[in-house]
């Protein structure tokens, strides 16, 4: 049984490595959109009581972490944002949904893994 208070589903409709011209050499990015998160229906003790504050941390191949702002006390959080991050085909992207606390550390509530290689090659990209 999982401790984490949701499943984060993600759905990918296409994916594609996209490239801008920087200097005359094209930068490689993946754009990803994270729609929100489904509550874990066993949700038990006090934290059941308070809707959380989620938000996205986004680390390409343990690299520095990308954090979307937090929405205020929702179970179906939507991030209308924009990560860009710069990626090669062989990389892997964690994503962690966190709830947001002002007064003590942030907790896990999901988290993701995608593998860029596996999704171009389902995609065609």
Known sequence: M??????????????????????????PYVEIVVDGGTPNMDLSGTTAFFKPDPYVEVVVDGGTPN???????????????????????????????????SIKRDALLGEATI?????????SG
């Open 67 to 101: 954090k979307t702002d937090y929405n205020k006390s929702t179970y179906n959080p939507k991030w209308d944002e924009v990560v860009p991050l710069l990626v090669s085909p062989y990389s892997f992207i964690h994503l962690r949904v966190f709830n947001h606390n």
């Open 115 to 123: 593998d860029i290689y596996d999704l171009l090659t389902r995609n």
């Open 2 to 27: 999982s401790d984490l208070l949701f499943e984060l589903n993600l759905t990918v409709s296409s994916a594609k490595l996209s490239g801008t011209t920087a200097f005359f050499k094209p930068d």
